[in-house]
């Protein structure tokens, strides 16, 4: 299990270059199969709120749409997000992530943004990274 960081979603939603690559391609491998993922529920106002704002809601309905095709929305409780709040990560948002891809049992959290989880007690792959650990 993977959980996918709202950024690399985000990343592909707008194309952004360089990101959107390999982040599209970790969508199209767990599409596929190769791997089973999961998205922090409050990743999904992000994603409609910037791709909204950048796009259109409609784009954005449809990303977010095509995402629950194939990745689960982590299912976390209050407990979960005193476990975020006892993280000694520097951005909240990132403990949230972190405490979801915890209530999933994901092995790794996927995301550009590496150096901010540096005191993640999940471990992170960049997307390009993903690619390489998936197709072992």
Known sequence: MLLLDSDMLIDVALDRPPYADASRAVLGQVAEGAEQ????????????YIVTRELDRAIARAFIEGLLEFAQVAATTTDDLYYALSLPLADFEDAMQVAAARACDARYIVTRNVRDYVDSPVPTLTPADAIAELSR
């Open 37 to 48: 993922a999961c998205i922090a529920w409050h990743s999904f106002s992000n994603i409609d």
